[in-house]
């Protein structure tokens, strides 16, 4: 058990709604990730943190922002939601090479 | 580019037939490759990772080697909680953290 943690599970929304996800870890690891996983495509980057304050874009960036004020906390956020962000989103932390995920956050943006 | 490659897309076996996932890459300068089982509705789950060719790594039923050019997971005598989608990454070349993923193979074991 990795110790991640992500809120909420489940969300429905309205496009053009702002949209927050959580990752909490209880393991002080210093890399944090977020994915999205659609069909037929392999998991997919969306932005990484390598410390407080400290994140940069991945492959999927545009319409995401992220924010980590504390290293157990990372946040993925829809300023405005759109049909195309529905997804699974996971969240990661890094022990070493290896990553380790969340359970995932299922977002349907209607 | 960087890319990683899986096939096939499903897989469909009875117990106890033995088979094998393929995870082909392209990567300058390969850093680790990683294989993780996914069950519906979870995370993946981390299962083994390869730094060199010739490397081998098991867990019970299933066993990763890696050439140069691909790595395979075999999985011999599969049992029905062995069906799960199973993921392949590599590390990208320019980086040591982020990783680049393949599209999965599901697989399903019959009783």
């Known amino acids: 058990d990795a110790g991640i943690t992500q809120s909420p599970r489940h969300k429905v929304t309205e496009t053009g709604t702002p949209v927050t996800l959580r990752c909490h870890q209880t393991?002080?690891?210093?890399?944090m990730y977020w994915y999205r996983q659609d069909p037929g495509h392999g998991l997919r980057l969306i932005h990484y943190?390598?410390?407080?304050?400290?994140?940069d874009k991945g492959e999927v960036s545009d319409g995401y922002s992220v924010s980590r004020s504390k290293t157990e906390d990372f946040l993925l956020t829809l300023e405005s939601a759109t049909s195309s962000q529905t997804s699974v989103y996971f969240c990661?932390?890094?022990?070493?090479?290896?990553?380790?995920f969340g359970p995932g956050t299922r977002l349907t943006v209607l | 580019e960087d890319q990683v490659t899986q096939s096939p897309e499903a897989l469909r076996l009875q117990e106890g037939e033995s088979s094998s996932l393929n995870c082909s890459y392209t990567v300058s300068g390969l850093r680790g490759l990683f294989w993780y089982r996914q069950d519906p509705g979870k995370g993946p789950e981390f299962l083994f990772t390869l730094y060199s060719a010739g490397e081998e790594k098991e867990k019970e039923r299933l066993k990763a080697t890696l050439t140069k050019k691909e790595s395979f997971l075999h999985i011999t005598a599969p049992k029905p909680e062995d069906s799960a989608t199973y993921l392949c990454?590599?590390?990208?070349?320019?980086?040591?953290?982020?990783?680049?993923w393949g599209a999965g193979t599901k697989l399903i074991i019959k009783p």
């Open positions: 990661a932390i890094s022990s070493g090479f290896e990553q380790f």
């Open positions: 393991e002080n690891h210093r890399y």
């Open positions: 990454a590599v590390h990208r070349g320019d980086s040591n953290y982020q990783l680049i």
């Open positions: 943190s390598y410390g407080v304050k400290d994140t």
